[in-house]
């Protein structure tokens, strides 16, 4: 089962920025009266995964972790109590609850157990930590357990993931706008045209340095509830903390989206190793 943090509705916005890639601009409301901009959750093609074949189909004994195998080697991904069906996971474990580092690592389930398939690397989450009550602006980093979103984005191409993916143009946008009725999605609106959708949401083409190409969390997604969070990333590291993001270096940032693979179910937990334990 995916577990998340418990989202509470009616939070007000916070004194951060909400977008996790750079300080993001506040987006005002157009000054001349024009009608609403046709507003769609994309406008162009994604590119499709190529067809592979099925991976294995794991053993039933995968869907309650790594708990009653005394052969398996004794790992952090092993200790979570449930990590769900899937056979991949990515750790993010932050060295505190305020600590802006983290190590991030990538696991592949087999046979019960798990081995550790990448990793682990320096990485960062939020400004403020991690939160098990994160809020909009709070600079924190969502710990819990997630699964990744149905699309990958860019600006760059993409590094040959496995996933949807979608390459970054003008127009596309994070709805971070608590009020809005598409908050914490990804819209597009006409290249130049101000979008219907205020607060400080992205425009994700201008984020050069972090959204060269990034992951969603699957935070407060199902339902969305307003001002509990939006935008949390995996993205390029930006030589610093996030503001509610995971970032790492490029080259690994590449290596763990080519490694997600839809089929597999993979699914990330955030937060400190004592917080992971008890996921």
Not at 200 to 223: G, I
Request: hydrophobic content about 40%; proline content about 10%.
């Amino acid at each position: 089962m995916i577990r998340g943090t418990v989202l509470a509705a009616g939070v007000g916005l916070g004194l951060l920025g909400a977008g996790c890639g750079s300080p993001a601009r506040h987006v005002a409301a157009p000054v001349v009266a024009s009608p609403t901009p046709t507003v769609s959750p994309s406008a162009v093609v994604l590119t499709t995964p190529p067809t592979l074949p099925p991976p294995p189909a794991p053993s039933p004994s995968l869907t309650h972790g790594q708990g009653g195998h005394s052969a398996c080697p004794a790992t952090l991904a092993g200790q979570l109590a449930d990590a769900g069906p899937g056979t991949q996971l990515v750790t993010v474990d932050a060295q505190s609850a305020a600590s802006t580092a983290a190590a991030v690592a990538l696991w592949q389930r087999s046979g019960g157990c798990w081995s550790l398939a990448a990793g682990p690397w320096p990485g960062r989450v939020g400004a403020t930590g991690v939160s098990d009550h994160h809020r909009e602006g709070d600079g924190s980093t969502p710990s819990g357990v997630y699964a990744f979103g149905p699309v990958i984005y860019g600006i760059a191409a993409s590094p040959g993931v496995r996933y949807s993916y979608h390459r970054l143009v003008c127009g596309d946008w994070w709805d971070e706008d608590p009020a809005s009725v598409t908050y914490n999605t990804f819209r597009h609106v006409a290249c130049g045209t101000a979008p219907p959708f205020h607060g400080k949401s992205e425009a994700l083409w201008e984020v050069t340095r972090a959204y060269q190409r990034f992951a969603v969390v699957d935070y407060n997604a199902h339902p969305v509830v307003p001002g509990a969070g939006s935008a949390v990333f995996v993205h390029d590291d930006t030589w610093g903390p996030t503001i509610g993001c995971v970032s790492v270096a490029a080259a690994n940032l590449d290596r763990l989206l080519v490694w997600l693979d839809p089929r597999q179910s993979p699914t990330i937990v955030i937060g400190t190793e004592a917080e992971i334990r008890r996921l």
